[in-house]
């Protein structure tokens, strides 16, 4: 069988041609009036009718603040759809890239690493589905079971629908309850599949770092460096290793291209989100929504503390490249390789790294100032409650 690094995004790949938003081609002539209809039905529809709710929602801080986290997670959910339809090209690029001669390892060291990769990024894949589909079956689950086995109104799983009025509510209870939780699914299965992709490419590209490593370590091996034509097919050698990490800052910075902005909004999203419900555990509720606040705060914690976390892991490991090239037998090379050496090193300095909204690197360091400015929201706004009472 052929090897190829996007096998392990087979998955992502099939539920994309699900959802309408597989930016290649399929032979099926209709897809593209099947892609339409569902984003339009399940999207474009769907956020529509939850925002128009907000302008009837009662005048009640508690309701207005529920209503509000799951408009948040659907803003962020809406970013992600619109980039992969408006930037199929650079998507692909990014697939392309991962396939390129460059990225393919040549020894059974190298093989290793991508098989490593390949494994964490299927593996993670199904553990964010298990948890994020065994979430949404039990949120909408729940109300049904409740109102088949006790004698009580069927609530719906996403929003209230208030404009529309109680007794065509009454009426049409099921089809709107199916219809929401269908598109609740939907949007859940598009998080998921996006969300291991952006992170799926990091760990690639993680993988190329190492690989890369383990190049420079080994750069003089077999080369006597005594005889002209070895130190020139060395400084060959050398030359396509520099290549190879010119390809891997242009892959982090295609990565980057294509995922800035959904970033961005993701990351605003979810610190709006971790502010929120910091700011409903102040009011009165149920234990089970207090924990329901809980896991669902540290859902939003770990959506941004993963990319910030091998957004940092990117960083080191382009920067510890200067010591891989040091630990090879560089001492007795010529001038000219040395110099070389110096220049490549001197820019590593400055290490590969992704933005987010042309604003921040994806890094620890952002992590803690996103919390921070999550709290600081959050002690302003209980600072205006308690003034207000």
């Given at each position: 069988m052929?090897?190829?690094?996007?096998?392990?995004?087979?998955?992502?790949?099939?539920f994309?041609?699900?959802?309408g938003v597989?930016?290649?081609?399929?032979?099926?002539p209709?897809?593209?009036?099947?892609?339409?209809?569902f984003?339009?039905?399940?999207?474009?529809?769907?956020?529509?009718l939850?925002?128009?709710?907000f302008f009837?929602?009662?005048?009640?801080?508690?309701?207005?603040?529920e209503?509000?986290?799951?408009?948040?997670?659907?803003?962020?959910?809406?970013?992600?759809?619109?980039?992969f339809?408006?930037?199929?090209d650079?998507?692909?690029?990014?697939?392309?890239?991962?396939?390129?001669d460059?990225?393919q390892?040549?020894?059974?060291?190298?093989?290793?690493?991508?098989?490593k990769?390949?494994?964490?990024n299927?593996r993670?894949w199904?553990i964010?589905?298990a948890?994020s589909?065994?979430?949404?079956?039990?949120h909408?689950s729940?109300?049904?079971?409740?109102?088949?086995l006790l004698?009580?109104?069927l609530?719906?799983?996403?929003c209230?629908?208030?404009?529309?009025?109680?007794?065509?509510q009454?009426?049409?209870v099921?089809?709107?309850?199916?219809?929401?939780s269908f598109?609740?699914n939907?949007?859940m299965?598009?998080?998921?599949?996006?969300?291991t992709?952006?992170?799926?490419?990091?760990?690639?590209?993680?993988?190329?770092?190492?690989?890369?490593d383990l190049?420079?370590r080994n750069?003089?091996n077999?080369?006597?460096g005594?005889?002209?034509?070895d130190?020139g097919?060395l400084?060959?050698?050398?030359?396509?290793?520099?290549?190879h990490y010119?390809?891997?800052?242009?892959?982090?910075?295609?990565?980057?291209?294509?995922f800035?902005?959904?970033?961005?909004?993701?990351?605003?999203m979810?610190?709006c989100?971790?502010c929120?419900?910091?700011f409903?555990?102040?009011?009165p509720?149920?234990i089970?929504y207090?924990v329901?606040?809980?896991?669902?705060?540290?859902v939003m914690?770990g959506?941004?503390m993963?990319?910030?976390?091998?957004?940092?892991?990117?960083?080191?490991?382009s920067?510890?490249?200067?010591?891989a090239?040091?630990?090879s037998?560089?001492?007795?090379?010529?001038?000219?390789?040395k110099?070389?050496m110096?220049?490549f090193?001197?820019?590593?300095?400055r290490?590969?790294?992704?933005?987010g909204?042309?604003?921040?690197?994806?890094s620890?360091?952002?992590?803690?100032?996103?919390?921070n400015?999550?709290?600081?929201?959050?002690?302003l706004?209980?600072?205006?409650?308690?003034r207000?009472?």
């Open positions: 052929e090897f190829k690094q996007i096998d392990c995004f087979s998955l992502n790949i099939k994309w041609k699900i959802l597989w930016p290649g081609h399929i032979g099926w209709h897809y593209k009036y099947y892609s339409k209809i984003i339009g039905v399940f999207l474009i529809f769907y956020v529509f939850l925002s128009l709710n009837y929602l009662p005048r009640q801080l508690d309701i207005f603040v209503e509000m986290l799951f408009y948040f997670t659907e803003l962020a959910v809406t970013s992600k759809i619109l980039t339809l408006q930037l199929r650079k998507i692909m690029k990014i697939l392309t890239t991962i396939e390129s460059t990225f390892p040549d020894t059974e060291d190298g093989f290793k690493i991508i098989q990769a390949k494994k964490f299927t993670y199904k964010i589905a948890i589909i065994t979430s949404n079956v039990t909408v729940a109300p049904m079971i409740a109102h088949i004698p009580i109104d609530e719906f799983p996403v209230s629908y208030s404009f529309i009025p109680e007794y065509y009454k009426k049409f099921y089809p709107i309850y199916f219809y929401q598109g609740m939907c949007h299965l598009y998080n998921v599949n996006i969300d992709f952006i992170l799926g490419v990091m760990i690639l590209a993680i993988a190329q770092l190492d690989l890369l190049k420079l750069l003089t077999g080369i006597s005594e005889v002209v034509n130190e097919e400084v060959k050698k050398f030359n396509r290793e520099i290549v010119g390809e891997i800052a242009d892959f982090c910075g295609l990565i980057q291209d294509c800035s902005a959904t970033l961005f909004v993701q990351f605003s979810a610190s989100i971790i929120t419900c910091l409903r555990f102040t009011l509720a149920p089970s207090y329901f606040l809980a896991t669902y705060m540290l914690i959506q941004i993963v990319p910030c976390w091998f957004g940092t892991r990117i960083m080191d490991k920067c510890t490249l200067s010591t090239i040091y630990s037998d560089w001492t007795s090379r010529t001038k000219g390789f110099s070389s110096r220049i090193v001197e820019r590593l300095k290490p590969v790294s992704i933005i909204g042309k604003m921040f690197p994806l620890l360091e952002t992590f803690t100032s996103i919390m400015s999550a709290y600081s929201f959050f002690t706004l209980r600072h205006m409650q308690t207000d009472r």
